[in-house]
């Protein structure tokens, strides 16, 4: 089984509006911190949301807050993310990854990559001016 496997990227023009979807395996787990990061060439990997295992926190980079909103169904082990006036700096592969290791909600860095030991192979979101 693949652990985790995104999809909902695509291609849109500035201001419009993406959901990004991650499945976990049966394998993976539902009830996991998890994450969104995105990688766009020549720039460095910059986690963007992250929601804890039950769903009751979530986290938020400056570059995208009040425009992404993180959210989970852990019934369907799926963690989503909806992505509001979208800007052509948003044009990146974005991955969704998840930390299966026991850990704190309060003591975990959610936007260092080295907090997730669990990624997928990404979805491709490409906004244009």
């Known amino acids: 089984q693949v652990p985790l496997v995104e999809s909902g990227g695509g291609s849109v023009q500035a201001g419009g509006s993406l959901r990004l979807s991650c499945v976990t395996s049966?394998?993976?787990?539902?009830?996991?911190?998890m994450a969104w990061f995105r990688h766009a060439p020549g720039k460095e990997r910059e986690g963007v949301a992250g929601?804890?295992?039950?769903?009751?926190?979530?986290y938020y980079a400056d570059s995208v807050k009040g425009r992404f909103t993180i959210s989970r169904d852990n019934a369907k082990r799926t963690v989503y993310v909806q992505m509001n006036a979208l800007k052509p700096e948003d044009s990146a592969m974005y991955y969704c990854?998840?930390?299966?290791?026991?850990?704190?909600?309060?003591?975990?860095?959610?936007?260092?990559?080295?907090?997730?030991?669990?990624w997928g192979q990404g979805t491709q979101v490409t906004v244009s001016s």
């Open positions: 990854a998840a930390d299966t290791r026991p850990s704190s909600v309060n003591d975990r860095r959610w936007f260092d990559s080295l907090e997730y030991n669990v």
């Open positions: 049966s394998y993976t787990g539902a009830r996991n911190h």
């Open positions: 929601i804890s295992a039950g769903g009751s926190s979530t």
